[in-house]
């Protein structure tokens, strides 16, 4: 049996090699596939600053952890959220020539690295306590995965226990890695505990280490891909990670169900909630650094059939920068908006499902007003965005502080613009309307599938409707659309009934619709996930309470006789808005028709 070294080095928390760009001093017997044969790039450190990864400060911070307290660069810049997993190991594979392994070309079967594990004759313990396994292909080479294929004894090991196969090193992801161990382990150990139940098991599960990476690895990947929220949702025999990106859900992982407690024990206790507590629903926040950026993740359990769905909503703390003419308004409705987003007085309403930009919409209309003559003041639940030189107030309806209470103290604030998160209730709009017969603007969101619905749900509220023609001056129903990826959408024209309600489109709004058609499709790259978009664009529906509008609403006309009436004034509806996005290349006729639905595409 081939002896391991006596003398066990710490196991290294994540591959990494040091700062010096020699990383393994070469031997002159020193095999042809060893890592020493590869050309060595720039250090690590260096690679990343260059790729923008991290800035001289996060750098200056791991290496002054590095001297204190030793460990890997790769590892720490990890652990202070500098960078992503993901991103390390790209800056690896440049620098020592390896490629990254992915989880659909290892083998599944954990018998597969056993039975190499077995002929190795080296103790299967060994084998988990350095982080490694090894798998023999049909052509008899030796593939090896390790946390740290660098280290120098592991390779004499593997070496002395293979010495008339060729060995292929990869790198690897910690968390695909700590789920083949896991099966592995239980493979060769038997090992089965049960800790369905065990409450100090638990929360032991929740701080070992490959826990605390795939916990920290996922955040961080769903920051890198720009994911608005994690879901982590178990199944019968398995547990599913989901990111919402661009508001669809993709899949990114797929583990044994055997992992998923240690997995929502680590993120509830980092979310400060009862481990113990699997019966109720419950709602954290965590405060955390992810991949160089500062964010608020807000967490929500919920019991299910097969184990809490666990849904954690990522919301970055820097302040964004909002513009109405970078959100996708066409022309037109930004010269209408934001006119009459200056007015002295009146309500401005955005409707739409959640998840359809409203918020960013109002925050990007205060940055447009905010001209530091006036006192701005936002009341929401929660506070998402921070926005200098305006004052934001947080509900906390668990202890009555809602938000009519809230406004009602705003209102002694002597504002002259004031935000309200959304009006969910009469006591809210009755004070909002006050509010802004009383020489405030006030900007808020609705719930309503369109715009013209939002004066049926004012007055359904209990409002009167003298009281809804008389204050609001605007409302604008918005939904979210994908745009299409620049590096891979190519050129398709849409069917017929597409193109003649363009064509008509045109002929009604000509500024808006100028040069010729751009259409496009999507197709699919790596840069987009292969989803053939990236990012998001609003669409738009824009009612203006005339004279003559306010007046059907003061008699609460029936919806057709309003749309017919505000149609004579230049509305179109989301679908034609969305249209007019398709004619300029931003998005695709799929996409139109999934968020809007397929009703309306061959109206005239």
């Excluded at 313990?125 to 660098?150: F, K, M, N």
């Excluded at 309003?562 to 007019?580: T, Y």
């Amino acid at each position: 049996m081939v002896q391991p070294p006596s003398s066990r080095e710490p196991l290294a928390s994540f591959l990494e090699p040091v700062l010096d760009a020699t990383i393994i001093s070469p031997e002159p017997n020193t095999p042809p596939n060893g890592l020493a044969a590869f050309d060595v790039q720039p250090p690590l450190g260096q690679i990343l600053l260059q790729r923008g990864l991290i800035n001289d400060n996060d750098l200056a911070k791991a290496m002054s952890f590095q001297a204190s307290f030793g460990g890997l660069l790769g590892a720490i810049l990890i652990r202070i959220g500098a960078v992503s997993e993901d991103a390390v190991l790209d800056a690896l594979s440049l620098q020592l020539g390896l490629e990254v392994m992915s989880n659909q070309r290892m083998p599944q079967d954990p018998t597969i690295y056993a039975q190499t594990i077995k002929t190795s004759g080296i103790d299967s313990e060994w084998w988990i306590d350095q982080a490694t396994l090894a798998w023999t292909d049909d052509a008899g080479l030796v593939h090896c995965i390790s946390r740290d294929p660098v280290k120098p004894s592991l390779q004499e090991v593997l070496l002395a226990a293979f010495p008339d196969k060729d060995i292929h090193w990869w790198l690897i992801r910690n968390r695909e890695l700590d789920l083949m161990i896991d099966l592995v382990r239980r493979a060769l150990l038997s090992d089965g505990r049960d800790i369905e139940g065990d409450v100090a098991l638990l929360r032991e599960l929740a701080e070992e280490a490959p826990v605390v990476e795939l916990v920290s690895n996922v955040m961080a990947q769903a920051v890198n891909e720009a994911a608005s929220d994690i879901h982590v949702e178990p199944l019968e025999h398995e547990f599913e990670i989901r990111y919402r990106i661009d508001g669809v859900l993709q899949s990114r992982v797929t583990l044994p169900r055997s992992r998923f407690d240690a997995v929502a024990s680590r993120i509830k206790l980092i979310s400060g909630l009862d481990i113990a507590e699997r019966r109720l629903p419950q709602d954290g926040r965590i405060s955390i650094r992810m991949s160089g950026k500062d964010l608020d993740i807000r967490v929500s359990c919920l019991p299910g059939v097969w184990g809490e769905s666990i849904v954690m909503r990522l919301l970055l703390k820097e302040h964004k920068e909002f513009s109405l003419s970078k959100i996708g308004m066409a022309k037109d409705h930004l010269e209408t908006f934001g006119k009459l987003a200056r007015e002295p007085h009146g309500i401005i309403l955005v409707t739409g499902p959640t998840g359809s930009g409203k918020s960013t919409t109002l925050k990007a209309t205060l940055e447009f007003i905010k001209d530091g003559k006036r006192k701005i003041i936002t009341v929401e639940d929660p506070v998402e965005y921070n926005i200098p030189g305006v004052t934001q107030v947080q509900t906390k309806a668990d202890i009555g502080y809602t938000f009519a209470r809230a406004l009602r103290s705003i209102l002694r604030q002597d504002p002259d613009v004031i935000m309200i998160g959304e009006i969910r209730d009469l006591e809210t709009a009755q004070i909002a309307v006050q509010a802004s017969l009383t020489g405030h603007m006030v900007f808020s969101t609705l719930h309503t599938n369109d715009s013209l619905s939002a004066f049926t749900r004012l007055i359904d509220m209990g409002l009167e409707p003298f009281l809804v023609a008389s204050s609001v001056r605007e409302v604008m129903a918005q939904r979210l659309v994908r745009r299409l990826c620049p590096h891979c959408r190519s050129p398709q024209q849409p069917p017929l009934a597409i193109r003649e309600k363009c064509e008509k489109l045109r002929e009604r709004f000509p500024d808006v619709l100028t040069g010729e058609p751009r259409w496009h499709e999507a197709r699919g790259c790596a840069r987009c996930q292969n989803t053939g978009y990236r990012g998001r664009l609003g669409i738009y529906e824009v009612t203006v309470l005339t004279d003559d509008v306010a007046e059907m609403v003061l008699h609460q006309r029936p919806l057709n006789e309003l749309q017919a009436a505000v149609r004579k004034q230049g509305f179109r509806d989301l679908m034609e808005d969305g249209l007019i996005k398709v004619w300029q290349g931003d998005t695709s006729v799929e996409e139109v028709i999934r968020v809007t639905g397929q009703a309306g595409v061959d109206d005239d």
